[in-house]
């Protein structure tokens, strides 16, 4: 009885020093967060770790920033994976660009040309429809003055 | 964010066409798309979910600018004029002056489409000018 209870003593605290011989979680979290302080741009960057596995949260600008605290991450001592997350914000789209009075009034005569009861005004960037048109020509007319880059078009066309 | 969500059906019908390049922003309340689409059936049914979702365009606040691909391939293109005859002008534009015309119906040789609107072309009696492009449709044979 005594020996058996020594025995599991013994397995106790050969496991309790195995154990305490690799680096805790909350150790090797703060590593991470300090060898990724150096990368530019990664400090929306959120890390967990669980059981030596290291998932990477957050979001950032490019591919490269993302793969570049992965790769830091990999390199800490006790980090047996890593689990990236991470999510890439798209660049903002660049802003909708409208065509010049100048241009849009030549594009506009054109496309309204053949639609005889069509009157169109343009003014900063806005296309004015009045007049009359078949219910069939409007979406073909429709397509043309779109194609110009209009501001938009105010349709106060009557349709027959 | 009002705009996209009532035109939500036709966002994501552009998206499910494969639209290529496509764009969706919103700006002073106008929502702006332009995107590209493979052929012709496939931007008609975009303008007619824009027709369902504002019966005859008269909200004003959407600019729908979805282009059809013309395979390079594509060296003919057919005269679709409600009846009559097509002009064919010196430049792009109603203001120059017409240089020949093109009859209904009639399948002409397509030179190039450097300008959305105005298309070269050149007639089977050689003529070469400007046509506008609503009244061309690609032939592909």
Redesign the interface.
């Known amino acids: 009885m005594k020996v058996t209870n020594r025995l599991f003593l013994l397995i106790f605290a050969i496991s309790v020093a195995f154990v305490s011989c690799k680096p805790k979680d909350a150790d090797i979290k703060t590593a991470i967060e300090q060898a990724i302080a150096a990368i530019p741009d990664a400090s929306n960057a959120v890390i967990a770790v669980k059981d030596g596995v290291a998932t990477i949260t957050g979001e950032f600008k490019d591919d490269a920033t993302k793969a570049a605290v992965e790769t830091a991450a990999k390199a800490v001592k006790g980090v047996k994976s890593v689990v990236n997350n991470g999510t890439v914000t798209p660049p903002p789209p660049p802003p909708v660009t409208i065509s010049a009075d100048d241009a849009l009034i030549k594009g506009v005569n054109d496309a309204v040309k053949d639609f005889t009861k069509v009157k169109a005004d343009v003014k900063g960037g806005v296309v004015t429809l009045t007049g009359e048109i078949k219910k069939a020509s409007l979406p073909k007319l429709m397509q043309s003055l779109m194609a110009l880059k209009p501001k938009k078009v105010d349709n106060k066309l009557t349709v027959k | 964010m009002a705009v996209q969500d009532k035109y939500k059906e036709l966002i994501d019908a552009a998206t499910a066409a494969g639209a290529t390049d496509l764009?969706v922003?919103e700006?002073?309340n106008?929502l702006?798309i332009d995107g590209t689409v493979s052929t012709g059936a496939a931007?008609?049914e975009l303008?007619a979910i824009y027709?369902k979702i504002d019966p005859?365009?008269?909200s004003?606040?959407l600019?729908?600018?979805?282009?059809v691909t013309v395979d390079a391939a594509v060296t003919k293109v057919k005269v679709i004029t409600e009846s009559s005859n097509l002009n064919i002008r010196k430049g792009p534009?109603?203001?120059q002056p017409i240089v020949g015309k093109a009859a209904h119906h009639e399948i002409i040789t397509l030179v190039n489409k450097s300008n959305?609107?105005?298309w070269l072309v050149r007639t089977n009696d050689g003529e070469e000018g400007y046509s506008?492009s609503?009244y061309l449709e690609p032939v592909t044979e």
């Open positions: 764009q922003r700006q002073d106008v702006y931007k008609d303008w027709d005859n365009f008269t004003g606040d600019v729908l600018n979805v282009n534009g109603t203001d959305d609107q105005w506008y609503r």
